[in-house]
């Protein structure tokens, strides 16, 4: 740890290889300083073989407090309750959108959904099967948003959240009209077309959305602002400094590319639990400008990084 002296040493690291993950004991994975404080486990993948597993303290309730921070209340009002239309089990999101609400005031009411069984039905050709399952999903948010529980904000996934709004529509009702007024969205590939369709078509002028991008090593990216001029482009800038994101060359993992020219993602990990001196992410993407909101880096276009895009398969949400 001599050497280490400034962010730029952390290159000096190896990259963290995620399969490392796999596997325990997890309580490998905890500082000394926190051993004895009660931790979760949180797990990744998982649809054949052994989980990607992480396990943690408080990190995930502080990234979603911060997160919190950066909702207008006009938009996500304190004290209302909230859906989350999103993955349950072992999943981290769960537990902190959950967090997220109960941070505001609310209550979180969750469907019931396992990604790795529609992922198994894909993989093998049942379409059907998985549209059955997806039916099943909405039929549960249905059910709560129909229940009177004050449920103004929610959390959703892009297939999900279309789902959602294309099945009120065909009740004759709508997300609006449902009750909700915010909605944070993230989880799949988001882009700037479906941006545009889900305002326009599917949401309307009275119900917010803003995108994020994350996942259980890195927290929470917040979404720039929505800006018209930007066609509806979405950037996102990670949670400095306890995770720091560069748009690295596909050739050089320690190069950073030009700005608007695309690379592979590459996350630092800096938190009190948890230090991970460059992972490579399984998202590319291109290196955007800073934002007078996140005065760093940000990376736009963020999809499957092209090599895995093969082996990858992108299920319910």
């Given at each position: 740890l001599k050497e280490v002296n400034s962010y730029d040493d952390l290159?000096?690291?190896?990259?963290?290889?995620?399969?490392?993950?796999?596997?325990?004991p997890v309580q490998r994975w905890i500082p000394k300083a926190f051993v004895g404080k009660p931790h979760y486990v949180f797990e990744t993948g998982g649809t054949t073989g052994i989980p990607k597993s992480r396990v943690s303290w408080r990190d995930w309730q502080i990234d979603y407090e911060l997160f919190s921070d950066t909702l207008a209340d006009e938009n996500f009002p304190k004290g209302s309750n909230w859906l989350m239309l999103g993955p349950s089990g072992p999943r981290r999101l769960r537990l902190a959108v959950e967090h997220l609400a109960q941070h505001r005031g609310g209550i979180c009411f969750c469907v019931d959904l396992d990604p790795r069984w529609v992922v198994?039905?894909?993989?093998?050709?049942d379409v059907q099967g998985a549209k059955a399952y997806a039916d099943h999903v909405i039929d549960q948010a249905v059910t709560v948003l129909s229940a009177n529980h004050n449920v103004q904000c929610a959390f959703a996934t892009p297939k999900l959240l279309e789902a959602l709004a294309l099945r009120l529509m065909d009740n004759g009702s709508s997300v609006e009209e449902a009750g909700i007024?915010?909605?944070?969205?993230?989880?799949?590939?988001?882009?700037?077309?479906?941006?545009?369709?889900?305002?326009?078509?599917?949401?309307?002028?009275?119900?917010y959305i803003?995108?994020?991008y994350g996942n259980t090593l890195m927290g929470l990216a917040c979404g720039k602002p929505f800006d018209p001029a930007d066609n509806y482009k979405i950037t996102y800038f990670a949670p400095q400094p306890r995770a720091v994101v560069e748009v690295v060359d596909f050739n050089d993992y320690n190069q950073i590319v030009p700005y608007g020219s695309t690379g592979r993602v590459k996350l630092y990990t800096l938190t009190d639990e948890l230090f991970i001196p460059g992972f490579m992410e399984r998202d590319e993407g291109e290196r955007e400008q800073p934002h007078e909101k996140y005065p760093w880096d940000g990376v736009s276009g963020t999809r499957p990084f092209h090599e895995l895009l093969k082996t990858t398969t992108v299920g319910v949400y």
């Open positions: 290159k000096k690291f190896p990259s963290f290889e995620d399969e490392w993950l796999r596997g325990g198994k039905l894909l993989k093998k050709g007024k915010g909605i944070f969205a993230g989880g799949t590939e988001f882009t700037p077309q479906w941006f545009r369709f889900c305002k326009e078509e599917l949401l309307g002028p009275n119900v803003t995108p994020t």
